[in-house]
């Protein structure tokens, strides 16, 4: 089965630059979440959607960032203008919503901002 | 205040040995689940084990159990027989019913296992 899948792997930009992230959840989940993960502040969640709808987004650190899920089969992570302080690992996961359900990482985003 | 605590940054254990790996959480709410990940230095997240806090028994997936201890909060996951392999960041999860689908993740600790 596929698992949760995120492009690019890896992305250097320099500063300023529009950076989009992009994730296609497992066929079926209807949650999807996308996460930061750095050395100072460990794994941080972004926003959460639920049937394409976000849910909760007060982990989006400020306007410069933004979210969407046009469909139940993707979703995109923004960030205009891009900032140094910006670069971290991006994850996206989903998960079917129940109880007792693992939230299923993609292999994540490498993103350097120069 | 911090809903996950890891307090061991960092462990040491031999091959073939047991290693736990401990995890304290703060919630007030009754149901809630307890989640460990496994995150290797190619940096994917792996779903370990499950605890459910109505879960009468603790939880065991092969080498992997918990060792939960509702009323002190706690939720240590212990490895059997270490391999090489288990070196890795480990990360202690929660979510808790009264907030959704949020996940609260632990600092993580990392594990080396010596040869």
């Known amino acids: 089965d596929a698992g949760v899948i995120q492009s690019p792997r890896h992305e250097v930009t320099e500063m300023g630059q529009e950076v989009t992230l992009r994730c296609k959840p497992i066929s079926g989940h209807d949650y999807l979440f996308w996460y930061r993960q750095t050395m100072m502040r460990g794994l941080e969640l972004l926003i959460y959607?639920?049937?394409?709808?976000?849910?909760?987004d007060s982990g989006m650190p400020e306007d410069r960032f933004s979210a969407k899920m046009p469909n139940a089969s993707f979703s995109t992570l923004k960030i205009q203008p891009s900032e140094p302080r910006d670069s971290a690992v991006y994850f996206c996961a989903s998960s079917t919503g129940a109880g007792n359900q693992p939230q299923h990482f993609g292999d994540g985003t490498r993103l350097s901002i120069l | 205040a911090q809903k996950i605590t890891q307090t061991q940054p960092g462990m040491f254990v031999q091959e073939k040995e047991a290693v736990t790996l401990d995890c304290t959480y703060d919630?007030?709410?009754?149901?809630?689940?307890l989640f460990w990940y496994k995150q290797p230095s190619s940096g994917e997240m792996i779903f370990l084990i499950y605890?459910?806090?109505?879960?009468?028994q603790n939880a065991t997936e092969g080498r992997y159990s918990l060792n939960f201890q509702k009323a002190r909060k706690s939720a240590n996951l212990v490895i059997s027989a270490s391999q090489l392999g288990d070196s890795a960041m480990y990360f202690c999860?929660?979510?808790?019913?009264?907030?959704?689908?949020?996940?609260?993740f632990g600092p993580g600790t990392r594990l080396s296992v010596l040869p």
């Open positions: 999860a929660m979510r808790e019913d009264n907030y959704g689908q949020n996940f609260v």
């Open positions: 605890q459910g806090s109505y879960d009468e």
């Open positions: 959607f639920n049937n394409n709808v976000p849910i909760d």
């Open positions: 919630t007030s709410d009754q149901s809630y689940g």
